[in-house]
């Protein structure tokens, strides 16, 4: 294992204080000031001036050079944290880019978080001469394969559209210098990780490397060795957990009963704006139809939509037309909308790590959240290991209305057949017929993307 130097903060909510001149001024400080002018007016037109602890550490050892472990909380500014010091870089030594030819590759494992961090490279290259495109799975590729064609510096990619086109011939990875992996541990739950190494054997060995996840697990550690060279490891220690500043509850509930359950929960006016999560697909298009029937304005949103629903869902969500969103876990990451009020988990997740990420939708940027579950006698194995993975029992409500005393006494297991929504389903094939059942299975995995 390469060495690496450490750098941590106890509190990532703890704000980096600016000098007097630059307060009284408002000027950006902190990292922000050794960024270029073009960017100090990009940052400040967005009303931003002292950095967060992920953005205070990150910068400037990017801007340096240097490889770069990175372990925060989402809804922590992890994607100025590195977007900034790329688009440094890049303006500083200024090429056109060629046909197909990125000089800067940032993958992402959802279509929602490759549009947000083009939305971050967007808002902050409003002064600069920089070029970036997006590429995602689930729709046509025939705009994508234009902009390319036009040159890019910076390409943004879900790890299976990369693979198509890189295989069709209309990206070129020869020429990467920056090279930014975003949510890591997403991606080996995803299980992208092998076509992110059958990206990273294209990358030149000369380049720089920054890999962030929001957990940083010894077995992230190792996969991150494979990547970076010498790196620098910050790590940003909430200064209260965001799971903590989430009011969570429990029902158990008969599963023929959920439905009617969602809609006796939504009837309170203090449940503003939620989001519903689900394992299946096809159980998020029931739950929305029986939120319409009671005249509860919802959409859903999952790998079988089209980015353009997709889009069209979120920008509905966001604006509020709709109250409730209900999706699968393709949208446990990437969402950032920031006054989400409650999550409600229809289904619990198989994953107890994913619970962590579905109920932090809520309480961002320092505010208070609630979540809900809903739990049937089949689903107590899940609580079982997410209260476990929690280290408390998740409080119970025992007064609502569709009560399961069935459920609440289970001493079920885990169901054996559990999937997650959008998932990868584990391969048992063996042989060439399994060979060709998980190439088929890749390429339907990667439409979804």
């Not at 800067?104 to 070029?131: C, D, H, M, W």
């Not at 739950?189 to 929001?214: C, H, N, W, Y």
Request: hydrophobic residues 35%.
């Amino acid at each position: 294992m390469n060495e690496h130097t450490n750098v941590q903060i106890a509190h990532a909510n703890s704000p980096v204080s600016p000098s007097q001149d630059q307060e009284t001024t408002g000027l950006p400080s902190g990292a922000f000031s050794e960024l270029s002018n073009e960017l100090q007016r990009a940052v400040a037109a967005n009303g931003y001036t002292q950095p967060t602890p992920i953005q205070e550490q990150c910068i400037p050892h990017l801007l340096n050079g240097a490889d770069l472990l990175g372990s925060a909380q989402t809804g922590t500014g992890k994607t100025a944290a590195f977007t900034l010091p790329l688009l440094q870089q890049l303006a500083k030594n200024s090429t056109r880019p060629k046909r197909g030819t990125p000089r800067a590759l940032i993958l992402a494992p959802t279509r929602e978080l490759a549009a947000q961090i083009g939305e971050s490279i967007q808002t902050y290259s409003k002064f600069l001469n920089v070029r970036h495109t997006v590429i995602f799975g689930g729709v046509n590729q025939f705009r994508q394969v234009k902009v390319l064609g036009q040159g890019v510096d910076i390409l943004v990619a879900t790890p299976g559209r990369l693979l198509d086109l890189m295989q069709q011939g209309y990206i070129h990875l020869n020429q990467v210098e920056f090279f930014i992996l975003d949510e890591v541990d997403r991606m080996l739950d995803m299980g992208f990780i092998p076509d992110v190494k059958k990206v990273l054997r294209e990358l030149p060995q000369k380049r720089q490397t920054a890999f962030f996840s929001a957990t940083m697990t010894p077995k992230m550690v190792d996969l991150a060795h494979t990547m970076v060279k010498n790196p620098v490891s910050v790590t940003i220690a909430p200064k209260e957990p965001a799971v903590e500043r989430i009011g969570q509850k429990v029902f158990f509930v008969g599963k023929g009963n959920k439905d009617a359950l969602l809609i006796s929960v939504l009837a309170n006016p203090e449940i503003k704006k939620v989001v519903v999560f689900t394992q299946m697909k096809h159980v998020a298009n029931k739950v929305v139809k029986k939120m319409d029937s009671a005249g509860i304005a919802g959409v859903a949103i999952h790998g079988n939509k089209s980015q353009g629903a997709r889009i069209k869902a979120l920008e509905g969500f966001k604006k509020g037309k709709f109250r409730v969103l209900v999706a699968t876990d393709v949208a446990a990451r990437g969402l950032d909308i920031s006054d989400i009020t409650h999550v409600i988990n229809y289904d619990l997740p198989v994953e107890p790590a994913t619970y962590v990420h579905r109920i932090g939708r809520t309480a961002r940027a320092g505010a208070e959240g609630d979540a809900i579950s809903f739990c049937s006698a089949e689903e107590r194995g899940y609580l079982k290991d997410i209260e476990k993975l929690l280290g408390k029992t998740v409080p119970t409500d025992l007064e609502h209305s569709f009560h399961c005393d069935e459920a609440f006494k289970s001493t079920q297991g885990k169901p054996t057949q559990g999937r997650r929504g959008g998932g990868r389903r584990p391969q048992r094939n063996s042989g060439a017929g399994g060979a060709n059942q998980r190439n088929r299975n890749r390429s339907r995995q990667r439409s979804r993307r």
